[in-house]
């Protein structure tokens, strides 16, 4: 067999209904935030559910999207390798400030438990190590993810499709 060895990640996929435990819990998720609606729509008025509650949950991811949309684009498709599978991109303070620092992505992957106020300085730690760093904000990134990475990331994973066929 050629390639690297695959090793399975995480729990195998269960056949069947779900388990009554996870079931309970959706259960009562839906519970809460129906009961936190009505209260909030009740205490308040429905005019101030719908603009302090529903409307930054439906305009709210998209500015999110944008930011994020590269931080996986054009990378490595290994899962191990956490100094090429990310991307640290570097962007105005104020964006990062707003962002949480999540702009150092690769380095947040690396260390999952640095606090985000960290993030800058484990940069500065392993800049020189890490695979890909973005120097022209995010939209100098979405440029290259439009015009580049996308047809290349396709060309990437029909090749890794086609070794896996083969092997």
């Known amino acids: 067999r050629r390639g690297p060895r695959r090793v399975p ?9 779900p388990p ?13 935030t129906v009961l936190l609606f009505v209260a909030v729509g009740a205490a308040f008025s429905v ?10 949950a439906l305009v709210g991811p998209a500015p999110l999207f944008f930011v994020q949309l590269h931080e996986h684009a054009a990378v490595a498709l290994d899962k191990d390798d956490g100094l090429s599978n990310t991307r640290t991109t570097l962007t ?3 964006i990062a400030f707003v962002m949480w620092n999540m702009n150092y992505h690769c380095e947040h992957h690396l ?39 996308i047809p290349q990331q396709a ?10 066929k083969t092997d």
């Open 20 to 32: 009554p435990r996870l079931k309970n819990d959706a259960r009562l998720q839906i519970a809460i």
């Open 111 to 149: 260390y999952t438990t640095i606090p985000f106020h960290a993030l800058p300085k484990a940069h500065r730690l392993l800049k020189d190590a890490i695979t890909h760093i973005s120097h022209d904000g995010h939209l100098g990134v979405h440029a290259k993810v439009l015009t580049d990475w």
């Open 47 to 56: 005019e101030a559910l719908c603009r302090q509650w529903l409307l930054p």
């Open 9 to 17: 990640r995480g729990d195998p996929p269960q056949k069947g209904p």
């Open 155 to 164: 060309l990437a994973l029909q090749d890794a499709a086609d070794r896996l």
């Open 92 to 94: 105005h303070p104020l």
